[in-house]
C-alpha cells in the first residue's frame, strides 16, 4: 500500500522560528509536492521537486524553501515562521513514468505560528 | 490567467439521491482531470483520471463527464449514501509537472 507520511499532525511554533516540515514517501516516486491548504483558497502549491537536489518554484514560494538530500524525503523549512503561515500543510508524491500525475498525499501537518 | 472554478456553497442532498458537482476552468486545454475525495482533516485521496479523449469515465457509483469545449467536468454520485460527506477536489494538468486543483466542493449527504 502506497504511503506517504508526515512529521507531524499538529505544530505550534513561534513567530521568527524555524520549521522543518518533513515528508517521506515509500512509493520510490520522482515528484515530491508542498502545498498549504486554506479556507476558501484551496490546494496553493510551494514547491515541488522532480528528483534529487532539483527544486520548482509553486504559485506561493515566498516564505519557504526546499530541501530534496534523499529521493524519498522532501523537506518544507519556513526560515523565520509568520502568523500568516499558519495553516494546513500538505506533503504529496507522485511516479514521473507515465503520462498522468496522480498524486498521493499524507495526512497534513497544522501549522499554528503564535 | 488560469482558472478553476468550482462551487465554493456545500451542497446538501437526501440519501439515496445522486450529487452532481461541477469543475469549470478557463484559458487551458488540459489532456486530463483528476477528482480527488478529502475528508476533515485528511490529506486528499485520488478517485478518478479522465482523458481529453474521453467523455465518461465510471467506477462504480461515480461517473465523471468531460466537456473540452465547455471546458467543464462533471462528477456523479449516484446513489448517495451519508459515508460520501467529504469535500471533493478537481485538479488540472496545466502544462508544468504539479497539477492545480480547485478549492473543492462540499457535500452533505442527508439520511
Known amino acids: 500500500d502506497v504511503k506517504v507520511t508526515q512529521s507531524s499532525r499538529y505544530l505550534v511554533k513561534r513567530t521568527g522560528e524555524k520549521v522543518f516540515l518533513e515528508c517521506v514517501q515509500d512509493?520510490?516516486?520522482?515528484?515530491m509536492f508542498w502545498y498549504r491548504q486554506d479556507p476558501g483558497l484551496g490546494l496553493r502549491l510551494i514547491y515541488f521537486?522532480?528528483?534529487?537536489?532539483?527544486?520548482e518554484k509553486g504559485d506561493i514560494p515566498e516564505g519557504y524553501s526546499v530541501s530534496r538530500e534523499k529521493k524519498e524525503r522532501f523537506s518544507l523549512i519556513l526560515e523565520s515562521a509568520s502568523t500568516n503561515q499558519t495553516s494546513m500543510y500538505l506533503c504529496?508524491?507522485?511516479?514521473?513514468?507515465?503520462?498522468?500525475?496522480?498524486?498521493?498525499f499524507g495526512p497534513g501537518t497544522r501549522l499554528t505560528v503564535l | 490567467s488560469q482558472k478553476i472554478e468550482q462551487n465554493s456553497e456545500a451542497l446538501n442532498i437526501q440519501e439515496g439521491k445522486t450529487a452532481t458537482l461541477t469543475c469549470n476552468y478557463t484559458n487551458y486545454s488540459p489532456a486530463y482531470l483528476q477528482w480527488y475525495r478529502q475528508d476533515p482533516g485528511r490529506g486528499p485521496v485520488f478517485l478518478l483520471l479522465i482523458r481529453e479523449n474521453e467523455k465518461e469515465k465510471r467506477k462504480e457509483r461515480l461517473k465523471v463527464t468531460f466537456d473540452t469545449t465547455l471546458k467543464q467536468s462533471l462528477f456523479h454520485i449516484t446513489a448517495s449514501q451519508p459515508a460520501d460527506s467529504a469535500t471533493y477536489l478537481c485538479a488540472l494538468d496545466m502544462g508544468r509537472r504539479a497539477l492545480t486543483f480547485g478549492s473543492g466542493t462540499r457535500l452533505q449527504v442527508q439520511p
Open positions: 512509493m520510490d516516486h520522482e515528484n
Open positions: 521537486s522532480y528528483d534529487v537536489k532539483m527544486k
Open positions: 504529496a508524491s507522485s511516479f514521473d513514468g507515465g503520462d498522468t500525475d496522480t498524486q498521493y
